[in-house]
């Protein structure tokens, strides 16, 4: 099973690579594709990713030390458990220290990786030495229990240390390989000490601490499923507002090419544009984002500036019905100005909406010269 997770890991590394992901640590896009543990997508329904998170890894470096100590502990602790008892530790050990970490950063940080499961292992491995201490020569217990307690300290002192290690994680799966070590453990001699009264504690133990721990996750700061859907309707409202914005542009400028009459233009600005930009705003008011969502600052200014565009066209169709000319004037200035205060209130998604957005008044309408509204 150790060659087998081994293999497991290295492969989801590889196709990783091969779907975007960085040889370095990079992004953390492709790991949360691929199912890493966060809080908004976890609690959004995606509870699987307590367990996928184990076998993702954020680079070659993340890969190769949680490998190495993966190889160096695991064949030891299937041998001494054997292989359905060691799997059982190391996925049930590895889900609890990733719920741990849920608990404690889950809306702060895209985790992942086997070194929480790995943790399991060195807890089991304590705690089997300690049960058969007297039944392992003194300077191998000496040994194997300094040298896992030293991994251990040194592990948890580089996580207080280096940004991005998931100490979490690492406590809960020492802790959680603790108490299923005790779970599982089977005699290894006819004197090893029989395990059924500690094994019925440390399954009350385990189950008290791991009902805790879900019952007191915080709630996510928001949704990803939300977040998601927010993001592909501000793409098309951005793709939709290019096409309206070329409309108003070709049916002012074309206004004198078609001899249209005001009353004619008007009926088209709305169509062609006030109605568009209507629906677009109660389309973009439908969407339920909690603040803390990224695209909520995008969201929000894309809603002022559909509502904006709706009024400055209806108002301008009305300057034209009425042969206002300062009405007109106001309904151009406002249309202008809506995609600058766009930028002002969500960089990302105004830019890529500030494009051909300034429609001009044209020169002439069917035959008839506006008094004032002219370029």
Do not use: C
């Amino acid at each position: 099973m150790t060659v087998t997770l081994l293999a497991i890991n290295i492969l989801v590394f590889l196709a990783m690579l091969l779907n975007g992901g960085s040889l370095w640590h990079g992004s953390t896009a492709v790991p949360l594709q691929w199912g890493a543990n966060f809080g908004p997508a976890t609690q959004d329904g995606q509870w699987w990713r307590l367990g996928s998170a184990l076998f993702l890894h954020f680079g070659i470096v993340h890969l190769a030390l949680n490998m190495w100590a993966l190889w160096d502990v695991g064949r030891l602790i299937e041998q001494l458990f054997g292989r359905g008892r060691f799997i059982t530790l190391y996925l049930g050990s590895g889900i609890i220290g990733n719920l741990l970490s849920l608990a404690i950063q889950g809306n702060q940080a895209v985790s992942g990786g086997a070194s929480g499961a790995i943790f399991s292992l060195y807890g089991a491995l304590l705690v089997f030495l300690l049960r058969e201490r007297r039944q392992v020569d003194p300077s191998e217990f000496r040994w194997l229990f300094g040298a896992a307690s030293a991994f251990i300290v040194l592990a948890l002192v580089m996580g207080l240390l280096v940004p991005g290690i998931d100490n979490a994680a690492h406590l809960g799966g020492l802790v959680a390989g603790a108490l299923w070590g005790l779970m599982l453990a089977r005699r290894w001699t006819h004197r090893s000490p029989h395990p059924r009264a500690t094994r019925a504690i440390a399954a009350a133990v385990l189950v008290a601490a791991t009902t805790a721990l879900v019952v007191n996750i915080p709630a996510p700061s928001y949704r990803l499923g939300e977040e998601l859907r927010a993001r592909q309707a501000i793409s098309q409202f951005l793709q939709q507002d290019q096409r309206i914005s070329q409309q108003w542009e070709s049916i002012l400028g074309q206004g004198q090419k078609d001899r249209l009459s005001f009353d004619q233009l008007a009926g088209r600005i709305d169509d062609k544009v006030t109605t568009p930009y209507q629906q677009s705003f109660e389309q973009l008011s439908e969407l339920h984002l909690d603040a803390a969502a990224p695209s909520a600052p995008a969201l929000e200014a894309l809603r002022a500036y559909a509502a904006r565009r709706t009024d400055a066209s209806q108002a301008m169709a009305e300057g034209l019905r009425d042969r206002d000319a300062e009405k007109f004037r106001k309904a151009l200035e406002s249309a202008r100005q809506a995609p600058v205060m766009m930028r002002g209130g969500a960089s990302g998604a105004a830019e890529a909406a500030s494009g051909p957005a300034r429609p001009e008044a044209p020169a002439t309408l069917g035959g008839e010269r506006p008094a004032a509204p002219g370029r």
